[in-house]
């Protein structure tokens, strides 16, 4: 009896290690002209992203892991937006009409968008954003530059930002 509560113990402990050490989705670099983005790209794996694992309406890291980071060598517009040279920290809120928000933020090393709250204030005018399909499902979320616009695609969404440096 006490090898077997012993050995159930043990499994259950390396099972929790193994879950603890589970890879963390693979960091993503994405360049343009003067400009730069680092991401984490998860998988859709099956899921439901927009409106599931990504809900609606709410601040999102755009990607998995630190939050993205988007950096201009030179000041220019995002969006429309003007934005000084620099790092920010890049976020946006889905909405499932279509109508995202895409927010540029001073403060970096952020952890997703869990501390968002404490910093919103710091926030770069809002940039709004039309979602659209994609040509087929797009299985690693991926940030890449068409010409001068930043492209976000993940499943069957993607949003066109324009940056003019």
Known sequence: MKKLLFLSLALLFTGSV?????????KKTAEGDGVSVV???????????????????????????NATELTLSKD???????VKAGTYTLFTIPQEDGNWTVILNPTLGQWGAY??????????????AKASATNGTVELFSIYFEGSDMVIAWDDTKVVVPIEM
């Open 115 to 128: 501390g968002y709250a404490k910093i919103k204030d710091a926030d770069l005018p809002h940039i709004p």
């Open 39 to 65: 991401y984490g790209a998860p998988s859709k794996k099956g899921r439901e992203i927009f409106g599931g694992l990504v809900p609606y309406g709410e601040v999102w890291r755009t990607g998995a892991n």
């Open 76 to 82: 220019g517009k995002v969006g429309g937006v003007n």
């Open 18 to 26: 193994a879950f603890a050490q589970a890879p963390a989705s693979p």
